[in-house]
């Protein structure tokens, strides 16, 4: 996915992609798929969804995806009150790419042997499990529910406009903006 921009102003760009992906096909559970994030840091969120500022470590938390976890594995602990906040995983990860095209997370499914790797030039990943999601009818009259689905939104930070300390998704006036995210699959 290229996404790009022309400004004669300075404007706020922070396009992404909400696309759903379960690697066991329509209307399953996602919670046994294997998940890894290459960040050692999220921005939490308050209980309104909005990011606090705050950019704080995944160690040691449910957050931390840095070697492969299987979704559901603590996506219930809602004694951790991100979990609670978001009813499970609907949060921005930092990424460590640096601002460079690289390999940013990897699912993968044991029952279906698909592997898909996210790769982006951005600073962020908004990663959402489908907490929502309920009494959904797709195609051919599949009904999806909670966590049938999992988002990789790469992205500027949420609310970085607002925030000192997040990058910036200002794109100065008569620049271009320009960024990638690759979606890639395959089977092991």
Request: net charge negative.
């Amino acid at each position: 996915i290229r996404y790009e921009a022309e400004t004669d102003k300075p404007t706020i760009v922070n396009m992404t992609n909400h696309s759903y992906f379960n690697l066991d096909g329509d209307a399953a559970n996602n919670a046994d798929h294997l998940l890894m994030v290459d960040a050692d840091y999220y921005t939490p969120v308050d209980s309104t969804f909005m990011t606090t500022g705050e950019i704080v470590p995944v160690e040691g938390t449910p957050m931390d995806f840095r070697t492969p976890t299987p979704v559901g594995a603590r996506i219930n602990d809602y004694d951790f009150v991100q979990l609670k906040n978001g009813n499970g995983y609907d949060h921005n990860w930092v990424l460590e790419n640096n601002g460079k095209f690289d390999k940013v997370a990897e699912m993968s499914s044991n029952e279906s042997g698909i592997v898909m790797e996210v790769y982006t030039d951005l600073p962020g990943m908004q990663l959402y499990t489908g907490n929502f999601v309920e009494n959904e009818i797709g195609k051919n009259g599949a009904v999806y529910d909670v966590r049938h689905g999992v988002c990789f939104e790469t992205q500027y930070f949420p609310d970085a406009i607002n925030k000192d300390n997040f990058k910036s998704p200002l794109c100065p006036a008569g620049e271009n903006y320009r960024t990638i995210t690759v979606f890639k699959f395959g089977v092991e």
